[in-house]
């Protein structure tokens, strides 16, 4: 079964369309990631499917069911989003245990919740000990953990990750790659992923579409693009920008 069909997807902020024509399927179980610049509608492409943003033409489904365009609580229990920012996507007063709760409470799902979020933090390597702390007491790469934690409470199928290592440092980017990769294996989770970093894509995916001005120019496997196999002039200058040291 794919896990995401999505067809002829303009997606519009007011007057301005801002994706058109987008079509991919995404395979049950596959990591697929969506690249490009800044404002090639990559994000817009996440919100969609989340219900985050509601003005689009074209289809979108998920396992088999299309998507309406507001949030649905049925669809919160398949599919979840990791946002870039884990400081932004948590609540300041709240605590981790708090954090972690919440979507069993709002779902009415049932069982020892402690349990749950004691699991769950040992799932994505957080010790039980900052079960009880805040986001402020949390560094960048543990709020992310928390983040991704939480995404994962209700057991959906998919996560959509928006730049999920962009806003840590590049020690920590590492540890949550190798989390997520191991998330995946071990949940058979199904990845779309937007980021701009193609040394992630080759890490983490398995296929890639090239975004630019809003549309999809080019859709590969990630051997094309180990091998610099990618045909697009455009796809070609991405990876040619990846291959240049940045000057700093």
Not at 6 to 34: P, Q
Not at 65 to 72: A, L, T, V
Not at 116 to 143: C, I, T, W, Y
Not at 208 to 214: I, K, S
Request: aromatic share 6%; hydrophobic share 40%; charged share 25%.
């Amino acid at each position: 079964m794919s896990a995401i069909v999505i067809d002829n997807l303009d997606v519009s902020y007011g007057e301005t369309k801002v994706t058109r024509g987008i079509g991919f399927t995404v395979a049950e179980g596959e990591s697929f990631a969506l690249v490009g610049e800044s404002g090639s509608g990559k994000t817009t492409v996440l919100k969609a499917i989340a219900g985050l943003a509601r003005t689009w033409t074209g289809s979108i489904s998920v396992f088999g069911q299309p998507r309406g365009h507001g949030i649905d609580r049925g669809f919160a229990r398949q599919c979840q989003m990791v946002f870039q920012d884990p400081y932004g996507s948590l609540h300041p007063r709240k605590t981790v245990d708090a954090v972690l709760s919440e979507p069993l409470a709002i779902h009415g799902v049932g069982g020892d919740h402690g349990k749950r979020v004691e699991d769950m933090l040992d799932a994505v390597g957080l010790d039980r000990k900052f079960r009880f702390r805040f986001p402020h007491q949390l560094s960048g790469g543990q709020r992310q953990r928390v983040a991704i934690a939480r995404a994962l409470m209700l057991e959906p199928k998919l996560l959509l990750l928006d730049e999920p290592t962009s806003a840590l440092d590049v020690s920590v980017q590492a540890e949550i790659l190798n989390l997520l990769k191991r998330l995946r294996r071990e949940q058979g989770l199904t990845y779309l992923m937007v980021t701009h970093n193609l040394p992630v894509v080759s890490f983490l995916c398995d296929r890639l579409a090239v975004m630019r001005h809003g549309k999809v120019v080019e859709i590969a496997d990630v051997g094309q693009l180990k091998r610099g196999e990618l045909v697009n002039p455009y796809s070609r200058e991405l990876i040619e920008l990846s291959a240049t040291p940045s000057q700093t």
